[in-house]
């Protein structure tokens, strides 16, 4: 099985600054431990309270210590042309195979959207 992370940002008003921390976490090689967390710490209690804070850049770095990430280097990988490349990127490729909703999964080549 091959697992491909690709990155739409289909609310960028509130989440956009979260994906380019994403890519952030994962120049310093911890991507899965940010994803994790994110999910935890800011998805969570966002959605528990629909509270647009929780899912803000100075959450984020509230608790990306707690996870090993060096805030200071976080916040400048997210400010980089490097991050919001690889956003335009990833957005630009997965127009190609017109995925316009997450989840997605490609499945022996076979287009499956949307949560099942």
């Not at 609310?11 to 999910?39: D, I, N, S």
């Not at 990988?77 to 190609?96: F, N, T, V, Y």
Request: contains cysteine; glycine residues 8%; charged residues 20%.
């Amino acid at each position: 099985m091959r697992v491909v992370f690709k990155n739409l940002v289909v609310h960028p008003q509130q989440v956009q600054r979260a994906h380019l921390a994403g890519c952030a976490a994962a120049k310093q090689g911890k991507f899965v431990e940010f994803y994790q967390a994110f999910w935890e710490k800011s998805f969570a209690p966002y959605a528990a309270a629909r509270d647009g804070s929780k899912l803000s850049e100075e959450a984020i770095m509230s608790w990306a210590p707690s996870v090993g990430l060096d805030a200071g280097k976080l916040k400048a990988d997210m400010d980089s042309q490097d991050c919001q490349g690889r956003l335009a990127g990833d957005a630009q490729e997965l127009s190609k195979f017109q995925v316009n909703s997450t989840p997605t999964f490609f499945i022996n080549g076979i287009h499956v959207g949307g949560a099942l």
